[in-house]
Nanobody
Framework: QVQLVESGGGLVQPGGSLRLSCAASGIIFSIYVMGWYRQAPGKQRELVAG???????SYADSVKGRFTISRDNAKNTVDLQMNSLKPEDTAVYYCNAGQGWSNWYRSGGSWGQGTQVTVSS
């Protein structure tokens, strides 16, 4: 019913930039909190950035100042602009939709393919 499709990942050198995009369907997009998560091999999945329906943003300390989350309610998309990328940013990135900050659509188990971001020389 709910579909979230990520795109835009790839291989980039340290200091480079990537822009990820997530297309959502099956929800009234404009009223949902949207977020970007990431999971590196052997590590827990973490919330990287979130944005409310009104445009208020929140970032993990590790990416603050480097990443920017944005949304386009007319297109049902949420983007993550990633600048000054570091090797430790290497992970699979996933988007998610929530009714508030603690009621996310995707939880536990597999979140699908996501989009791979690899930062390496």
């Amino acid at each position: 019913q709910v579909q979230l499709v990520e795109s835009g990942g790839g291989l980039v050198q340290p200091g480079g930039s990537l822009r990820l995009s997530c297309a959502a369907s099956g929800i009234i997009f404009s009223i949902y909190v949207m977020g970007w998560y990431r999971q590196a091999p052997g590590k827990q999945r973490e919330l990287v950035a979130g944005i409310t329906s009104g445009g208020t943003t929140s970032y993990a300390d590790s990416v603050k100042g480097r990443f920017t989350i944005s949304r386009d309610n007319a297109k049902n998309t949420v983007d993550l602009q990633m600048n000054s990328l570091k090797p430790e940013d290497t992970a699979v990135y996933y988007c998610n939709a929530g009714q508030g900050w603690s009621n996310w659509y995707r939880s536990g188990g597999s979140w699908g393919q996501g989009t791979q971001v690899t930062v390496s020389s």
